[in-house]
């Protein structure tokens, strides 16, 4: 039997129309990751001593922070009589709920900028609390998400300074918070007073040990179902009426009716 010239030409196109798909393209993908192991670099190209920095050293580590940890964590790097405080940023971000799932991007900018901070050779801790996760921590604090806290941690008893700064969600970078820090300035923050209602650690509501029932109240209130909160309210309104009626003094014998006036006799 013999093999016409078309027909042994056509052998390779069968051959490759054998083939998957997907074996077509993973040889190619296998292709193009070769290209860059085979490829040699080039000696007029001089690495960004910045970028071998950050390959070496990785991310630097965030902390997470818990209703029963966020104050141990925050002065676990003071030393005893230290002058200088501990500097922490502080994310606060939250999910579905708690952040209407706007948080994603200042969550990557945050993280990107852990990157940033260890290539540094002097940054501050940071750490990041999640509203969703930990409501209660987030209400007594009156921390609103998408923001960030800036606590410089003194030994206790001294003074720590807490400040806070909204970012942008839709707009945030790593390089807006690395810069915020770079600057050397807390002019773009807002300090919260030490005496004021709110300061996580010697405000009012701290101080007096109310801050944490606060938070679960708050917590309470946000769990509860609308229609569950009209039906209390109606019960606690209906129960105050109807003690309030029952407490009324009760005229013995009734009240006697009123005596007819002269000259209005009626027949």
Known sequence: MRFSTSAVLALPLLAAAAESPFQQYKAKFQNFLGSFGAS???????????????????????????????????????????????????????????CFGRCENVEKAFNASAVEFAALKKSPHIAALDCEEYPVLCNAWSAGTGSIYVF??????????????????TTVTSKDIVDLWTKGS???LSRIEPDSWFHPLTGKLATYGLAVPLGYFFWILNVIPSWAMMLIVSFLSRSMMNKQLNTQPQRPGGAAPAAARPGDARS
């Open 40 to 98: 040699t670099p080039s000696t007029d190209s001089i690495p960004n001593p910045v970028e071998s920095v950050k390959a070496k050293v990785g991310a630097k580590k965030i902390e997470t922070l818990t209703l029963s940890n966020w104050k141990d964590t925050l002065y676990a790097p003071v030393q005893p009589g230290a002058t200088v405080p501990e500097e922490w940023w502080v994310l606060i971000t939250g999910g579905n709920k708690t």
């Open 152 to 169: 410089d941690v003194l030994p206790e008893p001294a003074q720590t300074e807490v400040y806070w700064k909204r970012f942008n969600l």
């Open 186 to 188: 807390k002019a773009d």
